[in-house]
C-alpha cells in the first residue's frame, strides 16, 4: 500500500518528500484548496479530483511509493499572488488542482485531474 500523508505547507511537504523520497520509489502530490469541517474544498475543480486521485494511487502506486495531499490554503489565501505554492521552485502552482509526480516533468492541472483517463497516465512509465 502506497504510504499518504496530509500537509498544508511547502515546508511540510519539501520535509515529508526528503524524508520519503529514495532512488527507487515516486512521490505523487495533489495541492488542493483547504477542506471545510465536512471535508469539502471550497474548490470545485479539486471536490472532483481528489476522489479520483487517491483511488488511482491505490490502484496503481506500489508498495514503496507516496502520496502527498497538499492543502495551498482557502480561496483567499490561495488567490493572492504571494501563496508560498505559487512562488516556491519546487511548486509554481497556477491552479489547482495540480496533480504531479515530484521531482519530474508529469504534471495534471484543473479539470485534466478530473478524469480516471487522464490520472491513470501519470502512473505509466
Known amino acids: 500500500m502506497v504510504k499518504k500523508f496530509v500537509v498544508c505547507s511547502v515546508d511540510e511537504c519539501v520535509d515529508c518528500v526528503k524524508e520519503n523520497k529514495t532512488e527507487s520509489n515516486r512521490v505523487f502530490v495533489l495541492c488542493s484548496g483547504a477542506e471545510n469541517a ?25 508498495e514503496s511509493d507516496v502520496y502527498i495531499y497538499c492543502n495551498v490554503g482557502d480561496r483567499s489565501a490561495w488567490k493572492t499572488p504571494e501563496n ?42
Open 38 to 62: 465536512d471535508g469539502q474544498s471550497w474548490c470545485p475543480d479539486c471536490v472532483v479530483a481528489k476522489p479520483i486521485v487517491e483511488e488511482c494511487v491505490n490502484e496503481n502506486g506500489d
Open 84 to 125: 508560498e505554492f505559487r512562488n516556491h521552485g519546487d511548486f509554481k502552482l497556477t491552479a489547482i488542482p495540480t496533480f504531479f509526480v515530484w521531482g519530474t516533468q508529469m504534471k495534471l492541472v484543473e479539470a485534466q485531474c478530473g478524469t480516471k483517463d487522464n490520472v491513470a497516465l501519470v502512473f505509466e512509465d
